[in-house]
């Protein structure tokens, strides 16, 4: 069964490092998203992205995340400066393109520690 | 302001019961409406989901979930417990697009 893959599955990193989380989203989906949760905390919507722009972000996507399918198979989220709020499961989601029906995949999650 | 409460961080039952899992929502608009489940180390799983119609929606694993609006709930509910179904369950709201999540309720299955 076709699955949506993230790396890495933990990343411990110092604040004011950069960090790269990776997804692999289903092979023919077209529809991306991050969402993250905080531990303890709510599962919160980041981003979504679609034919290569973000097409909704929320507030806490600010000027230090960013976005990217550099190729035809990954997606990535940057984190350019971290915080230490920024610890949190980080999921990667995709989508095929049925608008009201489609059901989101996500992936099994990419814990971030920022020390 | 939009948002999904479950109130119930964490129910405990025995293999074979009856589960009935709480979920209430505050949303501008009749919001299509989804449960996930967590196992350890696995990603979110959807159940099931509910856009429009019957207010009965059947999902995997032998649960369902029942719509009512006048309450704005979408309870989870499963016959009978296995203990395979100790894990994680999210209930969200929104759109395709943009889910919003409730806190979680962790699930305990004793023999």
């Known amino acids: 069964e076709p699955e949506v893959t993230q790396t890495p599955s933990h990343q411990v990193t110092q604040m004011g490092q950069e960090v790269i989380l990776r997804c692999v989203p289903i092979?023919?989906?077209?529809?991306f998203y991050w969402y993250r949760q905080i531990l303890g905390q709510k599962v919160e919507f980041l981003v979504s992205?679609?034919?290569?722009?973000?097409?909704?972000k929320s507030e806490i996507f600010d000027d230090q995340f960013s976005v990217e399918r550099p190729d035809g198979s990954n997606f990535t989220l940057k984190i350019r400066s971290t915080k230490l709020e920024d610890s949190a499961m980080y999921f990667c989601?995709?989508?095929?393109?049925?608008?009201?029906?489609?059901?989101?995949?996500f992936g099994e999650g990419s814990r971030l520690t920022v020390l | 302001a939009q948002s999904v409460t479950q109130p119930d961080i964490h129910i405990t039952v025995s293999e074979g019961a009856s589960l009935e899992l709480r979920c209430n929502y505050s949303y501008g608009a009749t919001p299509y409406l989804f449960w996930y489940v967590q196992s350890p180390g696995q990603g979110l799983q959807l159940l099931l989901k509910y856009f429009s119609g019957d207010t009965l929606v059947q999902g995997i694993k032998g649960f369902e979930a029942e719509f009512k609006r006048s309450q704005s709930s979408f309870n989870l509910r499963k016959p009978s417990v296995h203990w395979s179904d100790a894990a994680e369950y999210f209930c969200?709201?929104?759109?395709?697009?943009?889910?919003?999540f409730g806190t979680g309720t962790r699930l305990q299955v004793f023999p």
């Open positions: 969200a709201v929104g759109t395709t697009d943009k889910l919003i």
């Open positions: 992205f679609y034919n290569n722009e973000i097409s909704e």
């Open positions: 989601a995709s989508r095929y393109n049925e608008r009201n029906t489609g059901e989101l995949f």
């Open positions: 092979s023919n989906h077209l529809y």
